[in-house]
């Protein structure tokens, strides 16, 4: 069900996910995978094209990112398609010259004379207006390559069978005004077909599911978060599973302040009629700081925060007679986790891989965060559900780096993001930022509050901005707000100093562990 036709290598261009946008405009799903990550998943997958993204990178610079080692250059197994910095590296790996000549340098508006007699460029105008922003540029093609557009210099090539092929400025921004019907002619020439259509997929959820659950008349259990992956995923099969569908909430005393209610009033939006029969919720928070005990370790933290989360689901499921279990699991849980390929293990999502005695069904595996704020849309979901940031299952627990799990820290954390997601939402930031994570780190440090001296915790306050979470941007806040963030914080008595962290990912991970 819903494989993946096109995978976007990522160079760290900031146009990398415009270019899943707009392929998703054009009804084409893809999945977006730097090229470590990429070289994996090709020997995995069969699929029908490659685009290669944008850099800020030259293929000159010491530490450059490389071709993914399995990429099929020759064009035999898919078509492939570098953009600027894609096009460099082709270029560069395949035997032709990348060089900076000062005259063939395009920062923003370009005219580009395209051959509108190659399937690359059918139906674009003689002369086409595009943007582009380089300094390196391809003086010399690889052997069996041909140039099929020109602005200051080679603005577009081809190898000989036009499977492998590369253009220099970047279609996917608007300002390339043709850039889209380029696309599209990319999509058409390597025989990608149209793949995104929400109300499809929900239907083909609802079917796989069904199908599975028709060899018996046992009960489902759904793992309910409140937040979009799970709450849609009830929106999704509540019409046709009705009462075999029993979601169980978990309160971990790792939530985040208001969040019981909030789970409650957002399954019961996607419950619909049957709301009041099939949501069961559990208080389980003290059972979960007791395993969790003093460990700092965040992998060591994350098996404890599972071994509680199995058992008190496996409880419901004798409980309620189920033989299913269901979760709103995401391609990029699968793929961090080191599920996908053999993709290194970045961390144990806490819903991948558990091992249950009933039947464990994950109908998202295949999706990616906007797509299914998406699939709450149609679903008609209210803002409150696909708008909302993400937040990790194991909450809290994980916000607490580098000194034990305590109540008393969960608590100081959580009245610490509360303070932080106030301020955010009068200022009208939260709907610029994808994530907000406070965490109370394990350093304590010397301070100074009305004229003593104190010794006391640090937090540090992390805004990221992403479409997937598969790379993210820290977010800037401004001066002002960061002042306001910094006096709130500190207080707090046991608070003397808070850190911003802007990081982005990679590097770092969104979470701090
Ligand atoms: P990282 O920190 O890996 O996080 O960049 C990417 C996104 O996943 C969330 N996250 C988790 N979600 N269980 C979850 O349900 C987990 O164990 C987990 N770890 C991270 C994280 O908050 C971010 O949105």
Known sequence: MNSIQ???????????????????????????????????????????????????WSVHSEGTPELPKSLDTTGQKYFVLGVCYGMQLLAHKLGGTVERPLAHREYGPATVTPDTGHPLFKGIKEKTEVWASHGDTVTKLPKSF??????GGVAAMTDKNNRVLGIQFHPEVVDTKEGKKILQNFLDLSGCVKDWD??????????????????????????????????????????VLNERLICVAIDTGGLRAGEVEELKANTTSALGKNA????????????FIKNIGTTIDGEEKRA????????????????????????????TDIIESGKAGESAMIKT???????????????????????????????????????RNPFPGPGLFLRVVGTPVSKENIELVREADETVADILKKHNLNKEI?????????????????????YGHSLAVRAVQTVDFMTAKGYYFPEAVINEITSALTKHKDIVRVFFDMTPKPPATTEFE
């Open 6 to 56: 096109i995978l976007i290598v990522d160079y760290g261009s900031q146009y990398t996910l415009v270019i899943g946008r707009t392929l998703r405009e054009l009804g084409v799903r893809s999945l977006i995978l730097p090229p470590i990550k990429a070289d994996d998943w090709l020997k995995k997958n069969t699929l029908k094209s490659v685009i290669l993204s944008g850099s800020h």
């Open 146 to 151: 041909t140039s099929i557009a020109t602005s």
């Open 198 to 239: 929400p109300i499809n997929l929900i239907h083909e959820i609802q079917k796989e599911v069904l199908d599975i659950m028709s060899k018996d008349k046992k009960n489902l259990i759904l793992g309910v978060s409140g937040g979009v992956d799970s709450t849609t995923l009830a929106a999704v099969l509540a019409p």
């Open 276 to 287: 009041s029969k099939n949501l069961v919720i559990i208080d389980a928070a003290k059972e």
């Open 304 to 331: 404890k925060f599972r071994e509680v989360y199995k058992q008190k689901f496996e409880e419901q499921i004798a409980k309620h007679q189920a033989g299913y279990i269901v979760q709103g699991t995401l391609a």
């Open 349 to 387: 999502h806490h819903n991948v891989g558990l091992s249950w005695e009933v039947e464990d069904l994950h109908p998202f595996r295949n999706l990616f965060k906007y797509e299914v704020r998406e699939l709450a849309r149609v679903l008609k979901l209210p803002p409150a559900v696909y708008e």
């Open 434 to 454: 994808s994530q907000l994570i406070v965490a109370l780190l394990g350093v304590n440090s010397v301070g100074v509050k009305g004229d003593e001296r104190v």
